[in-house]
């Protein structure tokens, strides 16, 4: 009996050991790797020179400006929408105890994207801001879509089911984007969304996006504790005192505005939310408490690795950061699926 409590108690300090260890060195590597993938692209730029573009701007430097106005802001939004992408999953996965929840899964990225394609089509001077409110209502849309099927009949809302209906609703909103792009000739602007990417991201765009996804990202934090709660099932934590109602809808809140989000900024990359999450938990331990902020450097580092790939792999052109993520994402959602197919 004592040998066992030992023997927990050494697990835990090796789980708390490794939490401390991914958020100090993952926050590190970040670092590292978002200031080696500035000076990466079709011109490499020495690292010393990052350094004086930003204390010492010289505007007649080409190379200050391919790195001040052109890459900053694109490892920023690639850090920014993989830490979102990535925390928008593990929620998902924490309050619904679906082990496949994803925002690409699920459909929500579809609904976004069908929200951006209107936006394109039919609102060109629509400002950014009005974009992600557009892709988060979207979002929200296709997220009922989704619930609303699964849930028709409550016996039958289990995982691989629920990962089915936001599959034909994915589909389904994908076609109505490309139709909108085909009937409105805006087809090659809109299939840079969905092919997904950041190499357009801007400052503005940085700016814009950065308050949503920070207050969201904290709101998650904040609700990291009560999704722990609500992972080991609704009857516990009704048990304990919990308004899972309050819970679900602020969860359900947060993972619209990372989602709609991200995709009005990159476009509809999947699969972050859904590996991300998984691999924080085997490394971490089953606390949202920490499953959460890790997901959100992981997530960066993931998307940052992502785009430096993308400009890497063929230059001068460039891979869409959607096909890179999928290569990693699909194997692991047929693994899951396999594991998950008694649920059908």
Not at 29 to 34: D, G, K, N, T
Not at 78 to 98: D, H, K, P, W, Y
Not at 186 to 204: P, R
Not at 280 to 307: E, H, K, N, Q
């Amino acid at each position: 009996m004592v040998s066992k409590s030992v023997a927990t108690s050494s697990d835990i300090q090796n789980k708390n050991g490794m939490k401390a260890f991914l958020m100090l060195g993952g926050s590190i590597a970040l670092l590292l790797l978002m200031a080696f993938s500035v000076t990466q692209g079709a011109k490499p730029i020495p690292f010393s020179m990052i350094w004086e573009a930003i204390f010492n701007l010289d505007r007649n430097n080409m190379s200050h400006i391919v790195i001040v106005d052109l890459r900053i802001p694109r490892v920023l939004a690639s850090a920014l929408v993989g830490a979102a992408f990535a925390v928008s999953g593990a929620v998902m996965q924490g309050i619904t105890r679906n082990p496949m929840a994803d925002s690409g899964l699920l459909g929500l990225n579809a609904g976004a994207g069908l929200a951006l394609s209107v936006c394109i089509a039919f609102f060109p001077q629509i400002g950014y801001n009005n974009v992600i409110i557009f892709s988060f209502i979207g979002a929200t849309i296709a997220y009922l879509m989704v619930n609303g099927i699964a849930m028709y009949r409550r016996s039958a809302a289990t995982p691989m089911r629920i990962v089915l209906a936001g599959a034909a609703v994915g589909a389904l909103f994908t076609a109505l984007s490309q139709g909108i792009a085909l009937y409105n000739k805006v087809s090659q602007n809109i299939m840079f969304w969905m092919a997904g990417g950041v190499a357009g991201s801007t400052w503005k765009q940085v700016t814009l996006m950065s308050p949503w996804i920070c207050l969201a990202l904290i709101s998650a934090i904040v609700l990291s504790r009560y999704i722990s709660l609500l992972n080991l099932g609704d009857d516990v934590a009704k048990g304990l005192g919990l308004n899972t109602k309050l819970i679900n809808l602020l969860c359900s809140l947060t993972v619209l505005v990372l989602a709609g989000t991200s995709v009005s900024a990159v476009g509809a990359v999947g699969f972050v939310g859904l590996v991300v999450p998984h691999v924080t938990r085997f490394l971490v331990g089953v606390d949202y408490r920490a499953i959460i902020p890790a997901s959100a450097v992981l997530g960066a580092i993931l998307m940052v690795s992502a785009d430096l790939g993308a400009r890497m792999l063929n230059p001068p052109f460039e891979t869409p950061i959607g096909v890179l993520t999928a290569l990693i994402g699909i194997p692991f959602f047929l693994y899951l699926a396999r594991r998950q197919r008694r649920a059908v």
